[in-house]
């Protein structure tokens, strides 16, 4: 099944894509909920955090360092920042490729949100 991430990731739309490896991409989201909101997603496709093979524990672990890198070349590794996997419909998942959410730029709020 084709996702616009998988799409993104193609090129077939554009995206400002901000970080890139032979693994992942990193693309800021059109609807931000944080002054910084940037998607990482793996090049690999799995719909769910759920499809991850148990061997294969590395695709979360590399989502997770690149966005602390991402944050740290952007400066705002110190002051914080919140990284988030939904997983499924009440989980919150909408695009059914794994992904993960990196949120900062502003105090955040329990749920994610600037307080």
Not at 4 to 13: N, P, S, V
Not at 20 to 29: A, C, I, Q, T, Y
Not at 45 to 50: E, G, M, R, V, Y
Not at 79 to 99: A, E, K, L, P, S
Request: with cysteine; glycine share 8%.
């Amino acid at each position: 099944m084709s996702t616009i991430f998988h799409k993104i990731r193609d090129r077939e739309i554009p995206a400002e894509i901000v970080y890139e490896d032979d693994h992942l991409f990193g693309f800021r989201d059109i609807a931000p909920q944080a002054p910084v909101h940037v998607l990482f997603v793996p090049k690999q496709d799995f719909a769910t955090l759920n499809d991850v093979p148990q061997d294969q524990p590395e695709i979360i672990g590399r989502l997770a360092l690149a966005a602390a890198k991402y944050a740290k070349a952007q400066g705002f590794d110190n002051d914080g920042y919140r990284i988030v996997m939904n997983c499924n419909g009440d989980g919150g998942q909408t695009v059914f490729q794994i992904h993960l959410h990196l949120l900062a730029g502003a105090p955040l709020g329990r749920f994610g949100t600037p307080a």
